[in-house]
């Protein structure tokens, strides 16, 4: 049957797309679905495809729909007897087997691609009744998302070479062919961009060849974005010649040479991305203060504690504050109520962050709740911005920021780009106005009981960190004074040194944590606490 025949059996289906296939998602016929669950769609092998995310098999779908497995073929299956123009092969940085692209022609002559697996961890594996596992069947997960003739790429960039990105594998192997080294990814355009691609390209100056059309060129764009931010010195250009899809592919076999490629500079990212501007056109700006001089509008900054020593208590506290425009009593400042978007990932919003905040009295209609980890790759930072933008927050906490950096990482055992990331969150700060504030633990040894060790080097993970801070608080436990701590001004760029401040912290009758601002500080020759880590905030 065909696919249309197909999707009229179905609930109120709605038009989806998997993995770049035509598809629709419904409630599944196979069990009482109240929401959505069930998704079809049809394969590049000429059959419907389709899953269930609660589990029913695919028998259980077909019977319910009065259907055998005969009827998902939707045209003559042909992938046994297509004709494939070319194979490409992905393997790892030691030339290891990794994946394969198939390039075809279907009847109707349109072409088309897919991927299989004919080999995992060196080990051949079974092919089905058409083709060998997609690399997603072969449990290849993350190793699927990878450059293209990837010990070549590294190899170029170790020596300080030219890589050129190109739109495809086609184009990439007429470039390799005539001795430049090139690459490309599995998805072309649609591709998902890894921080770890411009780690493999570092050291390289990247010449972006974008193919002639609109999806590609925004392509390029991201691309020299991302490569920009990472450091990576690169250019974007096209074919010479002029057809609507023309590549470097095009390009070479019309005569022309890499030196004779069209320099697309107006698509390259604006000099303040690229990180270079006059002096003389920079308007020097007053700060805008949220609470001074501690932190500012449309800046980084940090507060940093041993754990459970209510670093998000304090966050909690301040965002409550500013939701209702009232003052701090330990700060002597104050600013007009503003919106506060808490990416709290630590506790359970239901259980935790909202009474923590209706305890605090804070102003819930402006405070918006995130409770899970955002990856602070390229497409996590613009999500990130997106939702600043979306909420108008002026007040953005980040806890713990560490969680949100490491999972930016790729691959297992890939270096992430701590600078990057936080470089991102500091331009994120600057364009949306707002104070981003990271909350970060201590490391062991570091906190509370080494009293003489440089605070600026005590946080959790890389320098880069506290580095790209405008100002940072740390956080102590007072030795005398039963849950009070003390927060110190350990770093700022933005003016002079706060003084420090306390604040205390404990149960209410309703069992709920209380907080209370304290405009004394207890100066000590030690700072650690006496009493116990007596209860976890």
Request: proline share 5%.
């Amino acid at each position: 049957m065909d696919f249309h025949s197909f999707t009229e059996r179905l609930d109120n289906p709605k038009p989806f797309t998997y993995k770049d296939q035509p598809g629709v998602r419904s409630k599944c016929p196979a069990h009482d679905d109240s929401h959505p669950s069930f998704a079809a769609w049809e394969g590049s092998d000429g059959y419907i495809h389709m899953r269930c995310q609660v589990g029913c098999s695919e028998d259980a779908i077909l019977q319910s729909l009065g259907l055998t497995q005969e009827d998902r073929r939707i045209r003559e299956a042909v992938v046994s007897t297509r004709p494939r123009s070319e194979t490409y092969t992905y393997t790892g940085p030691k030339g290891e087997y990794l994946f394969e692209k198939v390039r075809y022609y279907t009847k109707e002559g349109r072409k088309s691609f897919y991927l299989q697996c004919r080999f995992k961890d060196g080990q051949p594996l079974k092919k089905g009744e058409f083709r060998y596992p997609t690399p997603e069947d072969a449990g290849l997960g993350l190793k699927v998302y990878c450059l293209y003739n990837l010990p070549g790429v590294m190899q170029e960039a170790k020596g300080g070479g030219t890589v050129y990105f190109c739109n495809g594998e086609k184009a990439a192997n007429a470039m390799l062919e005539r001795g430049f080294m090139a690459t490309c990814l599995a998805h072309g355009e649609k591709s998902q961009w890894k921080p770890y691609y411009a780690d493999h390209l570092r050291g390289a100056t990247v010449v972006i060849v974008a193919q002639r059309d609109a999806p590609a060129t925004e392509f390029a764009k991201r691309v020299s974005l991302e490569l920009t931010r990472a450091g990576v010195p690169c250019a974007i250009v096209n074919s010479k010649t002029e057809g609507e899809k023309d590549d470097a592919y095009d390009h070479l076999i019309a005569g022309y040479t890499p030196d004779e490629f069209v320099p697309r500079h107006d698509l390259l990212p604006d000099d303040d991305v690229r990180g270079f501007v006059w002096a003389s056109e920079v308007t020097p700006a007053k700060v805008d203060w949220l609470f001074k001089p501690y932190f500012a509008f449309g800046t980084l900054a940090g507060i940093e504690g041993d754990p459970g020593i209510g670093k998000s208590l304090l966050a909690a506290a301040m965002a409550c504050v500013a939701s209702n425009g009232a003052s701090i009593p330990a700060l002597h400042t104050e600013s007009p109520p503003i919106n506060v978007l808490l990416y709290a990932t630590e506790d359970a919003k239901e259980y935790t962050t909202v009474p923590r905040l209706m305890a605090l009295q804070g102003n819930l209609t402006r405070i918006a709740i995130k409770d899970e980890v955002v990856p602070l790759d390229f497409q996590g930072l613009e999500d990130m911005k997106l939702k600043i933008k979306a909420t108008q927050a002026k007040l953005v906490v980040i806890d713990p920021i560490t969680a949100f950096i490491e999972a930016a990482s790729g691959v297992q055992g890939a270096k992430i780009n701590v600078h990057m990331i936080m470089d991102g969150l500091k331009k994120i700060a600057a364009e949306t106005g707002a104070c981003i504030i990271c909350l970060r633990h201590l490391h062991k040894g570091n906190g509370s009981k080494d009293g003489d060790s440089n605070p600026i080097y005590a946080g959790l993970g890389s320098i880069a960190i506290v580095g790209k801070y405008r100002t940072c608080l740390q956080i102590k436990w007072d030795k005398k004074r039963k849950g009070y701590c003390n927060a110190t001004h350990i770093k700022t760029n933005l003016g002079e040194y706060g003084e420090g401040f306390a604040y205390k912290v404990y149960r209410g009758p309703d069992d709920l944590p209380r907080f209370e601002w304290s405009s004394k500080y207890v100066h000590e020759e030690e700072d650690h606490q006496a009493d116990g880590n007596w209860y976890d905030y």
